[in-house]
């Protein structure tokens, strides 16, 4: 069995959890910035998320973080909504919302162009599709994005 990185690790102790209030994991990072390390968890529910939501989930899955101990070095537990111009990461995120305006960045430029804006058509085999202004498809390998985030969110997709 391959060896889990610390973050499918804090997903496995979490996920329980965070379904038990009802909650969907969307992302969790594990990263150092200037000193201190972040174990943060966004979340997300039909109908938005609130503060109440982020406190209930740390209080819930404090305790079994530290007895699990999946994270060597000290850091700081960070519980917090998407938000409304959410990353799409995974491939649920991707099928969730095609139909919807994004706006995705490139590793390198295409033509000089590193932004794009439009529509997410399609996402299948790593590919994001996405229609733009001009009408005009492209498609980009998501290996080759620095990201791809909603764009103009409407909050009715959040009810």
Not at 57 to 75: F, G, M, R, W
């Amino acid at each position: 069995m391959a060896k889990q990185n610390t973050v499918q690790k804090v997903e496995e102790i979490v996920s329980p959890y965070a379904k038990e209030l009802s909650l969907e994991i969307w992302d969790i990072t594990f990263k150092k910035e200037g000193s201190e390390w972040y174990l943060r968890i966004f979340i997300d529910k039909k109908g938005g998320v609130s503060i109440d939501d982020c406190v209930d989930l740390t209080h819930a899955v404090s305790k079994p973080l530290d007895e699990a101990d999946p994270i060597a070095q000290n850091y700081i537990l960070e519980v917090s909504s998407p938000g409304v111009e959410r990353e799409l990461k995974r491939d649920e995120h991707f099928k969730r919302y095609i139909g919807s305006p994004v706006m995705l960045r490139t590793i390198r430029p295409i033509d000089g162009v590193r932004d794009f804006s439009g529509t997410l058509v399609s996402y299948e085999e790593k590919k994001i599709t996405l229609r733009l202004p001009d009408e005009k498809e492209m498609t980009f390998d998501k290996k080759e994005t620095n990201f791809v985030k909603l764009d103009d969110f409407d909050i009715k997709d959040f009810v």
